[in-house]
T-cell receptor
Framework: GDSVTQMEGPVTLSEEAFLTINCTYTATGYPSLFWYVQYPGEGLQLLLKATKADDKGSNKGFEATYRKETTSFHLEKGSVQVSDSAVYFCALSDGAGGTSYGKLTFGQGTILTVHP | KAGVTQTPRYLIKTRGQQVTLSCSPISGHRSVSWYQQTPGQGLQFLFEYFSETQRNKGNFPGRFSGRQFSNSRSEMNVSTLELGDSALYLC???FGQGGGELFFGEGSRLTVL
């Protein structure tokens, strides 16, 4: 079945450092890929998404590129802020026309802590 | 517009009891999905409802059930609670197309004593 393997944390960085969180996936067909973020005490929020190979999702300075050849969707940000401290989840679902509908397969999550 | 609303936010139950959690989706969304989040297992899909019909189901025992009403609001029920059912239960809504974005509520945190 589908699976998502995510870089284990926790990750601790200083403000303005470069961030990479690795994510690789196993899926049949052409999944859609997502990064969700969970701030303390809150539900998940969509950070960015990509629906086909070579698409780049971006939001709030974060970027991730859908790489079909390496089955990866690594999250990057050039300069992190204290406010980026949260748990980040990589996820996939069947692409358009798929049958998983409301089902996302999540990675284990990576805790990011950014110090001033 | 209003987001996904889950009630109650926190609850404590004892083993053997049952619990019902409620989820009101974003207006216009017809799909509601439920997830269980625990430190050990992460986020696991429970089931999804679309137009009052269960369309997808995860690998959970029959003690976990759900339903959806004609206004798209959904409830999930857990019967004969076990200690291992302690978790954050997240509801997500969407328009229901494959590959679409899910919008999550803040969750209901269940503690089983």
């Amino acid at each position: 079945g589908d699976s998502v393997t995510q870089m284990e944390g926790p990750v601790t960085l200083s403000e303005e450092a470069f961030l990479t969180i690795n994510c690789t996936y196993t899926a049949t067909g052409y999944p859609s890929l997502f990064w969700y973020v969970q701030y303390p005490g809150e539900g998940l929020q969509l950070l960015l998404k990509a629906t086909k190979a070579d698409d780049k999702g971006s939001n709030k300075g974060f970027e991730a590129t859908y790489r079909k050849e390496t089955t990866s969707f690594h999250l990057e940000k050039g300069s992190v802020q204290v406010s980026d401290s949260a748990v980040y989840f990589c996820a996939l679902s069947d692409g358009a026309g798929g049958t998983s509908y409301g089902k996302l397969t999540f990675g284990q999550g990576t805790i990011l802590t950014v110090h001033p | 517009k209003a987001g996904v609303t889950q009630t109650p936010r926190y609850l404590i139950k004892t083993r053997g009891q049952q619990v019902t959690l409620s989820c009101s989706p974003i207006s216009g969304h017809r799909s509601v999905s439920w997830y269980q989040q625990t430190p050990g297992q992460g986020l696991q899909f429970l089931f999804e409802y679309f137009s009052e019909t269960q369309r997808n189901k995860g690998n959970f025992p029959g003690r976990f059930s759900g339903r959806q009403f004609s206004n798209s609001r959904s409830e999930m029920n857990v019967s004969t609670l076990e200690l291992g059912d302690s978790a954050l239960y997240l509801c997500a809504s969407s328009f229901g197309q494959g590959g679409g974005e899910l919008f999550f509520g803040e969750g209901s945190r269940l503690t089983v004593l």
